[in-house]
Each structure stands twice: as structure tokens, then as C-alpha cells.
């Protein structure tokens, strides 16, 4: 195998300008070998990446970059689960699609979402009330420290909201997905937007999640986007009730007794919504999302969006109080 030279602009959310000097699609444990034989000789690190739809990609990469061709699904009889294992390359919302098309159930709340099954359990993706790890039994890998595959479970990959070990672990590829999916329609609809429905299929909850976040979510077709770019803050409620200013802003009771709040609500209070900075701005439709104006005949690049990252931040925080977590992550 020989890597080429790849521009990458158009593969990744927000169409940042960027390019990698050696660039491999793998298929197989076998190639994954060979790169890494590869990079040794070279000198160079490995960087894997998905259809880039979470994270901010560089210029140029110096190190090596890779990407999973495994389109493959396997289905086998549980009892009363069916698992499915699915190949990191294959595209999330098409995942929905097959599982709607073989009955199989539980993933309709994460309809839409864009990116690549690989790239999902990296931040735990999450929508309408739930997220993949209450679906993953356990998720395979390549390790690239000992070049062996290596299997981890659901409790190996430590979920948390928008958090797993992957996003700590630089040395292992995702290579596929195994779940454990429902035979029995048993939406949960307890998240606000979908309360007052009533589904009888999972095609009709899939088909109503999707225009839910079509009307709320920018289309990344026009306006490239990578969802939201920060965390929802979690406080407790004594730093809540001793910071007046947030009483202004919704708040959500957790579980444990903390206080969760919406960072688009904060930004979109700060007058921020349709803000540009440098060439990214926020959204026009939901302050959260930021977006790359110059698209698509400019050029925005990762140094944009450091900039406007930065400055929001010290926003939030000089009228908040509140420390925001960035949601995607820089390559
Ligand atoms: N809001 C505003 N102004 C805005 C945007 C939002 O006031 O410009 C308010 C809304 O009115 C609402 C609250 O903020 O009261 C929350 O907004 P929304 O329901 O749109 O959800 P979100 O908290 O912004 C989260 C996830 C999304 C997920 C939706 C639906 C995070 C960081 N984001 O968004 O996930 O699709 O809920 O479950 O948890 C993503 O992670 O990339 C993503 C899109």
C-alpha cells in the first residue's frame, strides 16, 4: 500500500481548508498493519478520521491520515435482542434506514445525525433523549501500540454525556460497531420535542426526528456546520442559586440533583445569534452552531474557528460565570 496526497476540504462539516501529504482508506486489520509499517518507517503518527463531521481539521496534516472503507453489516438472533455489528465507514443515517427497513429498533431518536458509524461512539452521540451507548454492546478495534485488534465493551469505553475513552485514546481505530439493538417498538419519548407525539412505527418517529432537527438544525449542505459546538454546562445547585444571572436562562433538574442549562440559550441571549467573526459565524436559526460563512466560494481554516471558539468562551464566561466545553475536537 502507498499513501497519496488528499485535499480534504470537502470531506470534513465545516469545509475547512485542509490537506494531508499521505492519506490511506483501509479496509481491513491486514491494511492496518501495513500502514502502521509505513508510519513507523516514516516517522509519523496515524490520525483517523470519519467524514469529519465533529471535528476541526488542520491545514495540513503532517502525520499520516487514514480512513475505514468497511461498509459491512452483520446481523445475528439475540433472544430477545438482535446484534449488529456494522462497519465504521458506513454513513449513520443510512444505519437508520436499515434498521427501519429490517425492524429492528431503538436508534429512531438519533435519525439525522450526520457522520460515520466509526465516529459515533467517539462523543456518545446523543439526540431527543438518547444516545448510542445504551445501544453498544461493544466496540472493535485496532490497537495501534500493539498492532492487534482488540474488542472493548460497553463499560471498557467509558461513556459519559458526549465522552468516551476514544477521545483519550489516540491509539485505537475504530474499525466497527456492535450493537444491540430491540425487536419490539418501544420508543422513549420523553424529551420535550417529541412528548406530545404518538408513533406507531419506528419509520414514523425516524421521519419526525429528522424534520425536527431540519428545522432546527442549519442544513450542512448550504450551511457547513459541525452541530453543536459546545456541551450543555452541568452545575450544581448551589453554584446555581448563588449566580443570579442564570435565573434568567431555562434550567433543567439532572438526575443527581445538579442544575443543567443550554449553552444555545446563553449565546442567543447575548445577542450572538447571526454574529460573524473572522470567517465562521453562529447560526441565524440556533446560536450553537457555528457555521462557515465564506462558504463556498472563501476559504475558512481551523485558525477561524480557534478564533471565534476563543471569543465566545471569554463572552459566556465574563456575562455567565460559565465555563463552556468545546463538543468537537481539533485533529
Ligand atoms: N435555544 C435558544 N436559542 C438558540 C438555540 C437554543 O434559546 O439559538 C434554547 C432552546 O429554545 C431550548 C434550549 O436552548 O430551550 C435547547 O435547545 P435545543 O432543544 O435546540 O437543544 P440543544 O441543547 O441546543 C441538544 C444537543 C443536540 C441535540 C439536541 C436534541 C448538545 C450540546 N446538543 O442541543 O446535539 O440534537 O439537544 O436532543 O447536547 C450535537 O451534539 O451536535 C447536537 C446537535
Known sequence: MSPEAKILTNDNGLHLKSEAKYFFDFDSIDDLKKITDFAKKENKSIQIIG??????????????VIRSTNNDFTLDDAGDRVSLSVGAAVVWDDLIDFCVNKGLFGLGNLA?????????????????????????????CFDLDTNNQVRLSKSECKFGYRKSIFQESDNLIIVSVGLSLLKKFEPKLHYQDLKDHSFTDEGELV??????????????????NLG??????????????????????????????????????????????????????????????LINCAYPNGVCTADDVKHAENYLLNKVSDSYGITLEREPIYL
Do not use: C, W
Not at 117 to 128: E, K, L, S, T
Open 228 to 289: 453543536s459546538f459546545f456541551k450543555n454546562p452541568t452545575i450544581t445547585k448551589e453554584e446555581y442559586e448563588k449566580n443570579s444571572k442564570l435565573h434568567e436562562l431555562k434550567s433543567y433538574d439532572s438526575d443527581n440533583g445538579d442544575i443543567k442549562l443550554s449553552a444555545g440559550e446563553m449565546l442567543d441571549k447575548l445577542g450572538l445569534k447571526g454574529l460573524q467573526l473572522k470567517n465562521i459565524g453562529l447560526s441565524n436559526k440556533h446560536a450553537l452552531i
Open 51 to 64: 467524514s469529519g463531521t465533529n471535528a476541526i481539521f488542520p491545514e495540513y496534516f503532517s502525520d499520516v
Open 112 to 140: 439525522g445525525i450526520p457522520g460515520t458509524v466509526g465516529a459515533a461512539p467517539v462523543q456518545n452521540i446523543g439526540a431527543y433523549g438518547e444516545e448510542i451507548s445504551n445501544f453498544i454492546d461493544h466496540v472493535e
Open 207 to 224: 421521519e419526525t426526528v429528522r424534520n425536527i432537527r431540519n428545522r432546527k438544525i442549519p442544513d450542512p449542505k448550504d450551511f457547513p
